[in-house]
Structures are given as C-alpha cells and as structure tokens.
C-alpha cells in the first residue's frame, strides 16, 4: 500500500508538472506581445488646425490665444471672451510687403478680437489678436494688432503688393 500510494503521489507530481509544462508552451505559442508602431510624427499647429472642421478653426485658434495669455501673464492683456474670430487664411507670397502680414508667407493666419459682445462697445485695436500658424511650427506665434498710437494695424483682407507694371 505505502509503494501504491508513493506511486500515485509521483504520478501526481508528473501530472501537475506536464499541465504546467503545457500552460507554458500554450503561453509560448501564443500572440507575441504587440509590437508597438512607431508614433506618428507630431503635426505642427497649422496641420492641427487645417485638419478642424473649417467652423471650428477659429475656436482652436482663441483657446490657443487665451492659453497663451495665461501662461504670459506678462502680457498683461486679457481675453474675457471672443467678440469676434475669424480665418483670413494663408498668407500669400504677393503679400504686401509693409503690412503687419509680410513676415509670415505661407503661414495660417486667424483673427481673435476680444471683448464684451455688445453693439454700443467698440472694437479695441489692443484686444485684437493674430494667431499665426507657420507650416512647420508646433507652436502658434500671437501677435497684437494695436500700433503704438493705439490703432489697429491688421486689416481684415491681407494686403497684396501691387502688381509690377
């Protein structure tokens, strides 16, 4: 009886050790770990934009003003809310050559004005903000449009140099 039962317990064993040898080989065998794709190289701002819904442009264009705004608190400008926003679209290489646009051919351009929506408040030249997106930047570049006496230095149609005659 005690040869038996040492026999079934080696039997046991054998048993128990073949199922975990066979859970092993199953785990071997199966689907390898995912193999991870390479990340997508990372878009720049004016490929995130261009991907938005042509409605929704404008709306990327003020939270990207006012996240800049709170991180520079240096600016000490405020954007409490849009009045206005609006595309004015990439700037072409005919640009004319002395206005505010000249510096960003090629680039994505979007028009934020803040303020109160009222009609009897009147557009501020200081609240009035570019959102430049240039082709191959990951970040947007922020322009204010007031000058120096205070007026606002960004037309809503981007100037073209006149033509050679």
């Known amino acids: 009886m005690g040869v038996q039962m040492e026999a079934e317990g080696s039997f046991m064993r054998l048993t128990v050790f073949a199922a975990l040898a066979a859970l092993a080989l199953a785990a071997c065998g ?3 770990a995912p193999k991870e794709e390479a990340p997508a190289a990372p878009q720049s701002m004016m490929e995130q934009i261009l991907a938005q819904a042509p409605e929704m442009q404008p709306v990327v264009a003020y939270q990207q003003l006012v ?6 608190p240096e600016m000490q400008a405020a954007c409490t809310g849009p009045r206005s926003t609006e595309s004015r679209g990439i ?13 960003h051919k090629g680039a994505l351009v979007l028009s934020v004005q803040c303020g109160q929506q ?22 947007a570049m ?24």
């Open 30 to 32: 199966q689907a390898e």
């Open 142 to 165: 922020f322009i204010n449009c007031a000058d120096a006496q205070g007026r606002d230095q960004c037309p809503h149609a981007i100037p073209r140099a006149a033509p050679a005659p």
């Open 118 to 139: 009222l009609t009897t408040v009147r557009d501020n030249p200081s609240e009035h903000w570019l959102v430049v997106a240039a082709p191959e930047a990951a970040e």
């Open 67 to 72: 996240a800049y705004l709170t991180a520079h």
């Open 91 to 103: 700037v072409p290489d005919d640009v004319a050559p002395d206005s505010i646009y000249a510096a």
